[in-house]
């Protein structure tokens, strides 16, 4: 079955620790995407990728950091920078070119990671 | 002022009610509209999406969208306890510029149909 894994579901991390947010899709999906949901702000972009080896800031990108090495997999990094990382994180990817999905635009997410500071 | 607004709720409805969840947004260059359900604990997935103004029926589902006005609608006819969720609307423009690709969403709506 194809789909987006995140890893791990619950995660708890003490102030001033980095914690790393597994995501995976074997989609065969070009871009890959990570929001932020806090409740009554909706889902709020932190990174994009649209190919291997490049990344681009969304509008909340502070206090993260991404890679992309591999198409499948876009990992993402709450530093300890980030001032306020209690949320949910989910990943999301796009179908890539010539995909009725590619047109609209439609995400495909995760199940989503939530992450408690401590 | 937020791009897209949409009304949290909490919204509570007996089953079978029709239900009404409304978007507003400023950005007169969002041409795909879409609506997400998401179930609690989990990742939102599509529910329906429309190009441009107009009307698209699926199931017990309506989707409307009114450029003119900047305004999105999702009605849901014969509301069941099944769809209680946060449902949240989503938007972007069309190919090209600095919005391609990128879904700007609202702050989502909490759905519950009590039996």
Known sequence: ?118 | QKEVEQDPGPLSVPEGAIVSLNCTYSNSAFQYFMWYRQYSRKGPELLMYTYSSGNKEDGRFTAQVDKSSKYISLFIRDSQPSDSATYLCAMRGGAGGTSYGKLTFGQGTILTVHP
């Open chain 1, 1 to 118: 079955d194809g789909g987006i894994t995140q890893s791990p579901k619950y995660l708890f991390r003490k102030e001033g620790q980095n914690v790393t947010l597994s995501c995976e899709q074997n989609l065969n999906h070009d871009a890959m995407y990570w929001y932020r949901q806090d409740p009554g702000q909706g889902l709020r972009l932190i990174y994009y990728s649209q190919i291997v080896n490049d990344f681009q800031k969304g509008d909340i990108a502070e206090g993260y950091s991404v890679s992309r090495e591999k198409k499948e997999s876009f990992p993402l990094t709450v530093t300890s920078a980030q001032k306020n990382p209690t949320a949910f994180y989910l990943c999301a990817s796009r179908g890539s070119f010539g995909t009725p999905g590619r047109i609209t635009g439609e995400l495909f997410f995760g199940e989503g990671s939530r992450l408690t500071v401590l």
